[in-house]
């Protein structure tokens, strides 16, 4: 029975699946594209929080209000891995810093897609730590958004950047090659 579309391995129907492209038509053109937004909203809002970091010059402090090292402090109790929070707290700056500028290249890498599981990756582990620290405490577990950015990752991991990134075009050179 054939109701417009494909039900399965037959040839018959002319839905979703056929199409002006070719077998896949619009849905393989959708399902190609499918991650392309979740990739500029992780990469627009990593080099976006970066950058916010690095020109704050109060975040980028040790003390004082709005400080990376009041804010580890706040959360120090509260976190599911304290030692983490301890090791931040050797050298808060240092730790601001690095953080700032890990979320800068994961940020430019996942927009371009160059190395895009690997900075998918990056992002994954920026999140879960800021998730295992400071919004851990947050009641209900949904209210603090780092989990959710480490979600968000998770598809970027597995599925990189097919399209419209220098991996694909390195991909395509080698091809040729």
Request: charged share 15%; proline share 3%; net charge positive.
């Amino acid at each position: 029975m054939t109701h417009g579309y494909r039900t399965g391995g037959g040839t018959t129907g002319t839905g979703w699946g056929d199409g002006p492209r070719g077998r896949g038509g619009l849905r393989a053109t959708a399902s190609r594209y499918a991650l392309l937004p979740l990739r500029l909203f992780l990469g627009v809002t990593f080099v976006y929080a970066g950058l916010d970091k690095l020109t704050d010059s109060r975040f980028m402090s040790a003390a004082g209000t709005g400080s990376i090292g009041d804010m580890m402090r706040a959360v120090r109790d509260s976190s599911a891995v304290p030692t983490l929070v301890d090791l931040a707290l050797k050298n808060p700056e240092g730790f601001g810093y690095t953080i700032a500028i890990g979320e800068l290249a994961v940020g430019v890498a996942t927009l371009i897609g160059l190395l895009a599981r690997l900075a998918a990756l990056g992002g994954a582990l920026i999140s879960l730590s800021l998730w295992l620290t400071v919004s851990w405490q947050s009641d209900p577990y949904y209210y603090g958004n780092d989990l959710v950015y480490l979600m968000a990752w998770l598809p970027l991991v597995l599925a990189g950047a097919a399209f419209l990134s220098v991996d694909a075009a390195l991909a395509a050179r080698r091809r040729t090659l």
